[in-house]
């Protein structure tokens, strides 16, 4: 369990610690004829339950925040293990890549994206035979499709498509990050 979880779970304890313990105060003077059950009942809510609902409130947003976090990370995690079997395999079938991420192919292509958009992925995709290309933007020829030969387009920031098979190659930023890119 993460620490942001067992703090969560620690707050909504003590919470509870805490109503407990002053309902027992508050009942041992009922039981003494100290107090009567009014006013006990007054004093465990305003001194015990306004407390405890603090931190049972507290508890509950750092267990969302916990659950969060977690989606997240599973996320990276995915995109992570996506760019490892590509760039270890120079080459993927989409579909083949969902099935060995036990995912959909939609998932594995939304997950090339954020990495493109993240700048960690840079390669070409085939989107007709369904594989993805790891490839270093600077061993490859930026007029030339490496899937086709045919003449590339720029498509968008940082992309080119070739017009005769679709395949889209992603590049990395101009070195320096500053100025445009020949278009190819």
Same mark, same amino acid.
């Given at each position: 369990?993460s620490? $942001? /979880?067992t703090?969560g779970y620690?707050?909504i =304890?003590?919470?509870v610690?805490?109503?407990? #313990?002053?309902? #027992?105060?508050f009942?041992?003077?009922v039981?003494? =004829? /100290? $107090?009567?059950? +009014?006013?006990?009942?007054?004093?465990m809510? %305003?001194?015990g339950?306004?407390?405890?609902?603090i931190?049972?409130?507290?508890?509950?947003v750092?267990?969302?925040?916990a659950?969060?976090?977690t989606t997240?990370?599973?996320d990276?995690?995915?995109?992570?293990?996506?760019?490892?079997?590509v760039? $270890?395999?120079?080459?993927a079938?989409i +579909?083949q890549l969902?099935?060995?991420?036990?995912c959909s *192919?939609e998932?594995?292509?939304?997950a090339?994206?954020?990495l !493109?958009g /993240?700048?960690?992925?840079?390669?070409?995709? @085939?989107?007709?035979a369904?594989? !993805?290309?790891s490839v270093?933007a600077?061993k490859m020829p930026q007029?030339k499709? *490496? @899937?086709?030969?045919?003449q590339?387009?720029? #498509?968008?920031?940082?992309? !080119?498509v070739? +017009?005769y098979? =679709? $395949?889209e190659i992603f %590049?990395p +930023?101009p070195?320096?990050?500053?100025g445009p890119? *020949?278009?190819p």
């Amino acid at each position: 369990m993460s620490q $942001t /979880k067992t703090l969560g779970y620690g707050l909504i =304890g003590a919470g509870v610690f805490w109503l407990l #313990a002053w309902a #027992a105060f508050f009942l041992a003077g009922v039981a003494a =004829g /100290k $107090t009567d059950l +009014p006013a006990a009942i007054l004093g465990m809510t %305003l001194v015990g339950g306004i407390v405890a609902a603090i931190l049972w409130v507290a508890g509950g947003v750092i267990l969302a925040r916990a659950g969060r976090e977690t989606t997240e990370l599973a996320d990276v995690r995915f995109e992570q293990r996506v760019l490892d079997i590509v760039d $270890t395999r120079g080459s993927a079938r989409i +579909p083949q890549l969902a099935a060995e991420l036990q995912c959909s *192919p939609e998932q594995v292509k939304d997950a090339i994206y954020d990495l !493109v958009g /993240k700048r960690l992925f840079t390669g070409y995709v @085939n989107w007709d035979a369904q594989r !993805v290309y790891s490839v270093a933007a600077a061993k490859m020829p930026q007029d030339k499709c *490496p @899937n086709c030969g045919g003449q590339l387009k720029l #498509a968008g920031k940082d992309v !080119v498509v070739c +017009p005769y098979c =679709g $395949t889209e190659i992603f %590049l990395p +930023p101009p070195v320096g990050g500053a100025g445009p890119r *020949p278009s190819p």
